[in-house]
Structures are given as C-alpha cells and as structure tokens.
C-alpha cells in the first residue's frame, strides 16, 4: 500500500507538475517582471520602474524609497514625457506611447512614440557590470543611451531632458 501510495502522489505532482509547465509555456510570450530594472549597480545603487509602464508611476529603490526621474523629450515646440509620472504645479506633461519594453540581463530597452506620430525614442539603461570582469565590478556606472528617430520622414526639432535626483 505504501509503494502503491507513492506512486500515486508521484503521478499526480508529475500531474500538477506537467500543467504548471504547460500554463507558463502558454505564458512566456506575455511574461512581464513584477518591477522594471533601471540602474541595478549595487545595493545601495538601485533604481526600478514599479509601474507597466516608464510613465506610469514613480521610480523607486527596491526598499519602496523614491528615487524620482523624469524623461522629457520636446518635438517641435511640444514637450512630452518618457520616464517617470512627473508633474508640476504649472505644468502637466503628455505621456509618450510605449511601443516596447524589453528587459535583458544587462539593459532594460524602452521604445516610445510622440502621440503626434513624429519620432520614435529608443531608452536603453545599461549597465556594464560583469562577474568576470573585477574592475567594472567595482565601479558603480551606469549608462542611459538615448537615441531619437523621426517616423513621419520630415525633419524635427527636438530636445531631449533627463534628470536623476540627489536622491539616488
């Protein structure tokens, strides 16, 4: 009875087991991270998106302490934001359309679009931290690359403002 009953509880976790699998195999093309990594050098040094998307809420450490950032990007006279949900008293700034998000081990890939459909904006937070490499460890840097295309095939002004608070 004992060998019968271990059977029958190994078939049924190989059960379970076998449609957990089969749901997060329906899932990986949707999978999305529970927090947004922006600048990840060292514990102290952490900076994460906790919202679905760069312009829907505050940035913040990993602990839940504000680390504000704000992305303004102005095309032709009108200003629009791409990182951070930042808003002063004179001022309210219209989100840009997020095309993409895509995190990989060492850089987190943001693509937006004016909601004129003037440019697109690629964000790339990059960090340069590798295990083998003991100097680049020990140097807490960060990169932000951005990168700002026109869609419509006319040329635009454009201005591009990023600011990281003393709170980082």
């Not at 922006?38 to 760069?54: F, K, N, R, V």
């Amino acid at each position: 009875a004992r060998l019968l009953c271990t059977i029958r509880m190994a078939g049924s976790l190989g059960c379970v087991s076998f449609c957990l699998l089969l749901v997060l195999w329906q899932r990986a093309d949707s999978a999305f991270p529970a927090a947004i990594p922006l600048i990840t050098t060292d514990p102290y040094m952490q900076t994460w998106m906790m919202g679905d998307e760069a312009t829907s809420g505050l940035v913040r450490h990993w602990d839940q302490r504000p680390k504000e950032m704000v992305g303004l990007l102005r095309v032709d006279g009108d200003t629009y934001r791409f990182i951070g949900d930042w808003a002063d008293n004179n001022y309210v700034f219209q989100a840009m359309k997020q095309l993409s998000m895509e995190v990989q081990p060492t850089r987190t890939i943001f693509k937006f679009q004016d909601p004129a459909s003037k440019v697109e904006l690629d964000v790339t937070f990059l960090s340069t931290m590798f295990s083998h490499d003991y100097a680049r460890l020990s140097r807490p840097v960060s990169y932000v690359v951005h990168e700002v295309r026109s869609i419509d095939g006319s040329k635009h002004d454009v201005d591009l403002y990023f600011d990281m608070t003393a709170q980082h």
